[in-house]
């Protein structure tokens, strides 16, 4: 097979165990004679991985028996709307970080009252508001807390006077998060903890009840935690890979160990970015996330930027594309990416710079 480094930003590199796990159980699930796609999610085999998969995100992340965490479909895409419809009564707030943040306060304005806090929109969500104040006065308080095209990251569990919602789809997992300041977390499983096709919630139970409105049976956070996340037929593919993958941060010493790691991977190469004179950072330096490093041809070499991306292909490196809404390069550095990687980018980087200069 081809050697690549892959820096996709979702679906993207998971943990090469997890993934033998999968090919293994499409063959043979936990002796049962089937394929782990054709049993019945209703069995007793796969009971036991549910109920692994949620011990696990249970001692991962040390959520406290407040919490309760679901495994739903839809992505983070749904995820918003099913924030606005749960918690949404008056009037909610929401810290403007980026295209994410934007299309979740978007939906919860099609369901009420939602308006952003705070907003980077000026300056192209290139770093996160600070010093605004959170009226106290709000259902709740949602933030994105890694902007995956900017490459901004709130690196720190904030103190919030009303329920705080965050989406963590681009950072879960990568770092050690105190649930218990959270009313809601919510993303989508493709960036760090598994495939596309599961969407995981972590929510403060005592938060639910409170709203007046109608909300469509599968929409609601309730009846997820009733059925245990099996109301209806969950993902069971991509549930099967995320308990793989959680086993395998579980095996590399959990999340504080897996975070140490991801900051020596984002120092390697955001050195590299700020020594090369052809590169340069484009996130606020106090706001740089572990998780996605993005970066543009230093003022003056722009016109190289065609040429570094086919010489990085050739080496492969593969989806250091940035976003189409900002362009340059960005490497999605997940859990699951190896430091090789990273050295492997780096090296491009110092190679392509000795050619040019
Ligand atoms: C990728 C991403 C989303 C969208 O996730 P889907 O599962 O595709 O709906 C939302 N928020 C953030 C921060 C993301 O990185």
Not at 255 to 272: C, F, G, Q, T
Request: charged content about 25%.
């Amino acid at each position: 097979m081809k050697k690549v480094h892959n820096f996709n930003a979702g679906p993207c590199v998971l943990p090469q165990q997890a993934v033998d796990k999968a090919i293994e159980a499409l063959k043979d699930f936990a002796g049962t004679g089937m394929p782990v796609i054709c049993v019945s999610h209703r069995s007793k085999e796969w009971s036991a991985v549910m109920d692994e998969c949620r011990a696990l995100w249970k001692e991962l992340l040390n959520i406290p028996d407040t919490h309760e965490v679901l495994f739903l479909g839809g992505g983070a895409s749904l995820g918003f709307l099913y924030v606005a419809m749960n918690l949404l009564e008056n009037k909610a707030g929401y810290l403007e970080t980026g295209v994410w943040a934007k299309k979740a306060l978007k939906e919860a304005k099609g369901i009420g009252n939602a308006y952003a806090v705070a907003s980077s929109a000026e300056t192209t969500y290139n770093y996160i508001p600070k010093g605004y104040e959170i009226p106290a006065d709000l259902d709740y308080f949602h933030i994105t807390t890694n902007n995956t095209i900017y490459g901004t990251e709130i690196h720190e569990d904030m103190d919030c006077p009303v329920p705080l919602v965050a989406d963590m789809s681009s950072d879960i997992m990568s770092r050690p998060v105190d649930v218990s300041k959270y009313a809601v977390i919510y993303g989508g499983a493709q960036k760090n903890v598994g495939p596309a096709g599961v969407t995981f919630v972590i929510v403060r139970k005592d938060v639910l009840g409170k709203v007046s409105r109608y909300i469509p049976t599968m929409l609601d956070y309730r009846t997820h935690i009733d059925g245990e996340s099996m109301f209806n037929t969950p993902p069971v593919f991509p549930i099967f890979v995320m308990t793989e993958t959680l086993k395998w941060v579980k095996e590399l010493g959990g999340v504080e160990a897996i975070y140490k790691i991801n900051k020596e991977k984002a120092a390697l190469l955001y050195d590299e970015i700020d020594r090369n004179s052809l590169f340069v950072g484009t996130a606020a330096k106090e706001d740089r996330s572990i998780m996605n490093v993005c970066f543009v041809m230093a003022p003056g070499y722009e016109a190289l930027q065609d040429e570094f991306m086919s010489f990085a292909k050739e080496r492969g490196m593969v989806g250091i594309k940035g976003h189409r809404s900002v362009g340059g390069f960005r490497a999605s550095i997940y859990n699951a990416c190896p430091v090789e990687s990273v050295q492997a980018l780096v090296d491009c980087m110092k190679e392509f710079e000795a050619l040019k200069k």
